[in-house]
C-alpha cells in the first residue's frame, strides 16, 4: 500500500462506516455491529476500482468533547491521524435519521481541513430514503451521494467519482513482498501496545480495559529496509465463554483473528509474564499449528515482572516446554511493548523464522541426513511387519514438508516421528518454521529448482485424484512449531 492515495471514511458512531468499507473491499474486512463504538482504530486495506487502486481507510465514529471519556479521547485521536494522512474524505451520515447536532460539529472541522471531501448518505435503501437527502446540504460539503452500504445501491458510482478525484501517485521503486505477521494473545496482553511501538506511533487504541481492540487491523511499516505488514488482533476469549454471552461482536473478533493466522507467513504469541502460561495459550497454539505457519513465543511486560533475576528467563522458557516437548523448536523472547525492550530482536527473529519458512534444505542434504538417521537409530518391528523407511525428500516450502516414503505409513511410531523432527530440526535449523513429515507408501522426488520455483502444492501436482492425496496426507501430517 507504500505511496497509494488515501481514501478516508468518517463519521459519527454507527452511519456505517465499516459497512461501506467492507461493500468498497468487496469482503468482509472489518467487524459490524449496531452497537455504537465497535470500530475504535484506523483500519488500512488496498483497494481497486477500474484499475486504479488506492488505499481505504475505516474510521471510529466522532465523539463530541462532551462525551469524551479516555477512551473516547484515543479513538478521536485516531480519526484525526487518519484525515491528516488522507487525500480524500467520504463523510458518512445516516439519511434515516437526518443531521445531528454531532454531524454539523464534525462537518465544521472537516471543512476547517480543506481536503476533497465526498458527503455520502446511507442507510438509502428505499426511494422515500433517498429523497430525504436534501436535508443534508446545510452540512456546506455539496450534495450527497445516496447509497446503500448494506445492499451496494450507488456504491459503484460512489466509487466512480472517488476515483476521479484521487491525485496521481506513482511509485518510484518497486516495493518487495512484505513479511505478514499477527501478533496474537490473550486480551489485555499488550499486542496493541507493541505494534504502537514497532510502527513508531499511536495506530491503534490502547487502553487497560481487556477488549479495546475488537477487529483485526492491517498496518504496513520498513525495519532495516525490509518491509512489513503486521496485523494486531482481538484478544481471543475461550470459545464457551464468547459462545455463552452470544456477543456477535466476540465471535466475529474470534473469526478475523483466526483469519488473521491463516493470512501471516509468522504468528507471534504474547504472553503476559505477570500471568504466565495458560490453557488458552495452549489453544491459540493449536490453531497455529493446524494452519502451518511460522511461530515465536514473546513474553511481554518483563519491565514489570517482580522479583525476577538472571534466572527467571530460563526458568519460565524450561516451565513452558514442560507443558509442550514440542516448544523446544520455538522462538522464545522476552521483550517489552511498552519501553521497547527487544523491540528490534523481536523483528530480527520474525525474519528468520520467515525464511525458514521457505527454505530449500537441498535434496542431497535431506537425503543423507535421513539416511544417516536411520542407519543411527533403526525404526522397530511392529505388528509383525519390518517397518522400513526408505528415502526422504522435500516436497513444499512454505510450510516445509519432508516426505518419506514406506510400505506401512500407518505403522510408523510417534517416538521415532519426533526422533525424526528432532533430528531435521537440528541439523537444518528451521527454529520456528512449522515442519511437516508426511509417511506414504509412493514418493515424488522434487528438485530443488522445483521448490525454489514453486510455492503452491497445487503447482507441484497435477491431477484431482493426486491432488486430494496429497492435501489428505497433508493434513494429515504432524506440524509442530521448530526452534
Known amino acids: 500500500m507504500a505511496n497509494l492515495p488515501i481514501v478516508c471514511i468518517v463519521g459519527r458512531p454507527n452511519v456505517g462506516k465499516s459497512s461501506l468499507f467492507n461493500r468498497i473491499l468487496g469482503r468482509r474486512a472489518a467487524v459490524v455491529s449496531d452497537r455504537e463504538g465497535v470500530t475504535r482504530d484506523r483500519h488500512y486495506q488496498e483497494a481497486q476500482w477500474q484499475g486504479t487502486k488506492f488505499t481505504l481507510v475505516d474510521t471510529g465514529g466522532f465523539m463530541t468533547n462532551e462525551q469524551i471519556d479516555i477512551l473516547a479521547q484515543s479513538v478521536r485521536e485516531q480519526i484525526f491521524a487518519a484525515i491528516n494522512d488522507a487525500d480524500l474524505i467520504l463523510f458518512m451520515v445516516d439519511v434515516r435519521v437526518g443531521v445531528t447536532t454531532l454531524d454539523e460539529q464534525f462537518a465544521k472541522l472537516i471543512l476547517k481541513t480543506e481536503k476533497p471531501v465526498i458527503l455520502v448518505a446511507n442507510k438509502s435503501e428505499e426511494a422515500n430514503d433517498r429523497a430525504e437527502g436534501w436535508t443534508f446540504l446545510p452540512l456546506g460539503m455539496g450534495t450527497p451521494r445516496t447509497v446503500s452500504a448494506l445492499t451496494g445501491y450507488a456504491v459503484l458510482s460512489l466509487l466512480d467519482e472517488v476515483v476521479t478525484l484521487l491525485p496521481e501517485k506513482e511509485n518510484t521503486k518497486t516495493q518487495q513482498a512484505a513479511i505478514a505477521f499477527a501478533i496474537l494473545g490473550r486480551p489485555n496482553a499488550g499486542k496493541s501496545t507493541l505494534l504502537n511501538k514497532m510502527l513508531g506511533e499511536e495506530r491503534v487504541v490502547v487502553s487497560e480495559m481487556p477488549g479495546t481492540t475488537r477487529d483485526s487491523i492491517d498496518c504496513n511499516f520498513k525495519y532495516n529496509e525490509v518491509y512489513f505488514k503486521v496485523t494486531d488482533t482481538a484478544g481471543l476469549r475461550k470459545k464457551a465463554k464468547v459462545a455463552k454471552q452470544k456477543d456477535e461482536v466476540e465471535i466475529f473478533s474470534n473469526m478475523r483473528t483466526m483469519e488473521s493466522i491463516r493470512r501471516s507467513d509468522v504468528v507471534v504469541l504474547l504472553l503476559d509474564a505477570s500471568r504466565g502460561f495458560e490453557i488458552q495459550d495452549l489453544r491459540i497454539i493449536t490453531d497455529i499449528r493446524k494452519a502451518g505457519k511460522g511461530f515465536i513465543l514473546a513474553i511481554n511486560k518483563w519491565d514489570i515482572l517482580e522479583n525476577k533475576d538472571s534466572k527467571s528467563f530460563d526458568l519460565i522458557v524450561k516451565e513452558i516446554r514442560e507443558k509442550d516437548p514440542l516448544f523446544e523448536w520455538t522462538p522464545v523472547i522476552s521483550i517489552s511493548a511498552l519501553e521497547g525492550l527487544r523491540v528490534n530482536r523481536l523483528l530480527q527473529e520474525i525474519q528468520t523464522v520467515y525464511a525458514n519458512c521457505k527454505k530449500v534444505i537441498g535434496r542431497e542434504r535431506v537425503a543423507e541426513t535421513f539416511k544417516a538417521a536411520v542407519e543411527r537409530n533403526p525404526h522397530h518391528s511392529r ?18 514438508v519432508i516426505a518419506i516414503e514406506t510400505p506401512y505409513p500407518d505403522l510408523v511410531d510417534e517416538s521415532y516421528k519426533r526422533y525424526l523432527l528432532k533430528t531435521f530440526f537440528e541439523e537444518f535449523g528451521l527454529k520456528g518454521a512449522p515442519l511437516k513429515l508426511n509417511f506414504d507408501r509412493s514418493l515424488r522426488l ?10 503452491d502444492q497445487s503447482l507441484l501436482y497435477s491431477g484431482d485424484e493426486i491432488q486430494e492425496k496429497y492435501k489428505k496426507s497433508y493434513n494429515e501430517g504432524i506440524s509442530v512449531p521448530a526452534r
Not at 519390518?386 to 512454505?398: E, G, N, P
Open 383 to 400: 505388528g509383525g511387519h519390518s517397518v522400513l523407511l526408505k528415502r526422504a525428500c522435500q516436497i513444499l516450502t512454505d510450510p516445509p
Open 446 to 455: 522434487r528438485s530443488d529448482e522445483d521448490l525454489e520455483k514453486y510455492h
